[in-house]
């Protein structure tokens, strides 16, 4: 380190002291053979002494005077020099020491304000990059910004995640070398070229799944107008786009669901006003098919309706303490027709009386649901059994029966709106397609699970667990 100020000071002042009292010395000895001509050589020694000796102590009482004045002026520049330096590097919590009236002084002052202005400064700048890296990580979307020259200075987590990149191995790379999809490429190119924002939808395929993007690429302008690069913003869409699909599988579905039976209807009729009426038993062939047809018709209206209203905002349940027998009991009744017809029986194992909290009337519905699957799907004569029981939270309620079965590929997507295993069967014995689509929603709005298992050939039993409280 240089020497400081104090002590270059001392220095100078030791060296102008000696140079003047050196001069002093041989002034003064100029002056000795005036008046001492003559004087033996002992006595000429000895002045030369006394004046050496005078010399020197004139110079150290003078020099330590002068130090002393100096400490008080030069030191504390010394202290804040060295403060100065230390805030330059970059140690804002450095401080001049403020004991001390060599201290009080404007430019000590001025040093502590400034170290203490960068030192909020800094916080500020600490705290506004935490919040935008917060910012850039939580925003949920994959985030890639390109300087000017078109490579990665700036890449968030998600991401990374999305394409399977990291951070670091791609920070300073060009677009073209990360490995981005084609289409994600040619957007960048677009951007870069036009300077102007494109957007896309692109599509992900991996190995055992696909996945929808929607890419944002803008050019960043800074606050001169000038050119900074481009930010890529990506968000995956993938459920959307199911969504999508799952809204237009259904609109196609209900359409020709009712296509059937209106063009069977119009058929008929027609048929009949072209002079098939004019024979009564083709005529009460004709009016009973035609009958059949509106019926299912109502049916298929009658679930859309209920499926929609209990997808809609405002569905709620009417809570209310439900005895699960006078559930049991209603929805046997409902179905008791169909069960004289197929000449079926029911075994009912309620232990006592098991209550639960839930809407009397959607429960009836699901019980109805199910028995009327049991039913259509098993020959004559056969049996229905159905179990509830306690099992301490929860209750659990099985309902089996030895009809045709289900196969095991199937099951995951019984529940699914439409879907049935045997289309023809199915319409035949009057389903909808909607039945266990509506099981499922009203289980669930019930904070409960409805599973199944089944073999071909034996039955199927369906399994609904439903919670004994509500909490609303
Ligand atoms: N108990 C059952 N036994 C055999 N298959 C069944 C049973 N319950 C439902 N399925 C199958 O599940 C499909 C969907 O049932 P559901 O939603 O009630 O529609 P639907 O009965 O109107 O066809 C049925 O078409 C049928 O193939
Ligand atoms: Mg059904």
Excluded at 35 to 60: E, P, S
Excluded at 120 to 141: C, D, Q
Excluded at 205 to 228: C, K, Q
Aim: proline share 2%; charged share 20%; net charge negative.
């Amino acid at each position: 380190m240089k020497s400081g100020l104090y002590a270059r000071l001392v220095l100078a002042c030791a060296i102008l002291l000696s140079v003047l009292l050196t001069g002093l010395g041989i002034v003064l000895g100029q002056f000795f053979p005036l008046f001492a001509g003559n004087t033996d050589l002992t006595i000429q020694h000895h002045y030369w002494l006394y004046l050496i000796t005078v010399l020197v102590v004139a110079f150290l009482i003078s020099l330590f005077v002068a130090a002393r004045m100096m400490l008080q002026y030069a030191k504390p520049i010394d202290e804040i020099t060295r403060i100065a330096v230390r805030i330059a590097e970059g140690d804002y919590l450095a401080r001049t020491r403020m004991n001390g009236p060599e201290y009080d002084n404007e430019l000590s002052i001025a040093i502590n304000k400034i170290a203490s202005n960068l030192q909020e400064m800094s916080l500020l700048r600490t705290m506004e990059n935490e919040r935008l890296k917060t910012l850039v990580e939580s925003m949920g979307s994959g985030l890639l910004m390109f300087g000017r020259g078109g490579t990665v200075n700036l890449v968030n987590g998600v991401l990374e995640k999305t394409f399977g990149l990291s951070k670091k191995s791609i920070m300073g790379m060009t677009y073209k070398e990360i490995g981005l999809p084609p289409v994600v490429e040619t957007l960048i190119d677009d951007v870069f070229m036009t300077e102007q924002v494109h957007e896309s939808q692109v599509q992900l395929d991996g190995e055992n799944s696909t996945a929808y993007v929607s890419v944002y690429g803008a050019p960043v302008i800074g606050r001169h107008g000038n050119w900074l690069g481009i930010v890529v913003v990506m968000h995956d869409i993938t459920k959307l786009i199911r969504l999508e699909k799952v809204r237009k599988d259904f609109v196609a579905n209900v359409s020709h669901e009712l296509r059937t039976p209106v063009t069977s209807i119009k058929g008929f009729t027609e048929t009949l006003l072209e002079g098939a009426m004019d024979d009564p038993a083709v005529m009460k062939m004709f009016l009973g098919i035609i009958q059949k047809e509106s019926d299912r018709l109502h049916l298929l209206i009658d679930d859309l309706l209920a499926l929609s209203g209990m997808e809609s905002e405002g569905f709620t349940l009417q809570y209310a303490t439900v005895d699960m027998k006078d559930v049991i009991d209603d929805a046997l009744s409902a179905v008791s027709r169909n069960l004289e017809q197929k000449k079926m029986k029911t075994i009912t194992n309620i232990p006592g009386h098991i209550t639960i909290e839930g809407d009397i009337v959607r429960l009836v519905q699901v019980m109805v649901n199910l028995l009327t699957n049991a039913i259509n799907y098993s020959s004559e004569n056969k049996t229905i059994t159905i179990s509830v029981t306690d099992a301490n939270e929860r209750i659990r309620i099985e309902i089996s029966d030895e009809g045709i079965g289900i196969e095991h590929l199937e099951l995951p997507r019984l529940f699914e709106r439409f879907y049935r295993v045997d289309r023809a069967r199915s319409r035949d014995s009057g389903g909808t397609g909607l039945g266990l689509a509506i099981v499922k929603h009203l289980i669930e709005s019930h904070n409960g699970t409805v599973d199944v298992e089944s073999e071909i050939g034996v039955g199927t039993t369906f399994q609904i667990h439903l919670p004994k409280k509500q909490d609303y």
